[in-house]
């Protein structure tokens, strides 16, 4: 499976950004998508994630601010960040898991898209 992000890039403190990533090369069904962060020097850490069912988690920190959703038939997953803050700067990575018991609990990662917010 491959994972491709969009939608980073720079924002004013305050602003909207909204990320996307599409999944393909794969012929199984997609179960959780994912977003996640990671600051140079720290841990990858969760923002949000989304069954395929649309059940959804978020760490405390994006809870009232950013919203993740999902769009099956696309194999995409979308997360809509509001009242951006600077420190929601970092590299966000989208992630999945598929259906092929082959690749049980493996986690496939996007290449991640740079969020700066600052003024």
């Known amino acids: 499976v491959q994972l491709q992000a969009s939608g980073g890039g720079l924002v004013q403190p305050g602003g909207s950004l909204r990320l996307s990533c599409a999944a393909f090369g794969t012929g199984f069904s997609i179960n959780n998508m994912g977003w996640y962060r990671q600051d140079p020097g720290k841990l990858r850490e969760l923002v949000a994630t989304?069954?395929?069912?649309?059940?959804?988690n978020y760490d405390d920190s994006a809870k009232g601010r950013f919203i993740i959703s999902r769009d099956n038939p696309k194999n995409a997953v979308y997360l809509e960040m509001n009242n951006l803050k600077p420190e929601d700067t970092a590299v966000y990575y989208c992630s999945a898991q598929i259906s092929d018991p082959r690749y049980y609990g493996v986690i496939f990662w996007g290449k991640g898209t740079l969020l700066t917010v600052s003024s």
């Open positions: 989304i069954t395929s069912d649309g059940s959804t």
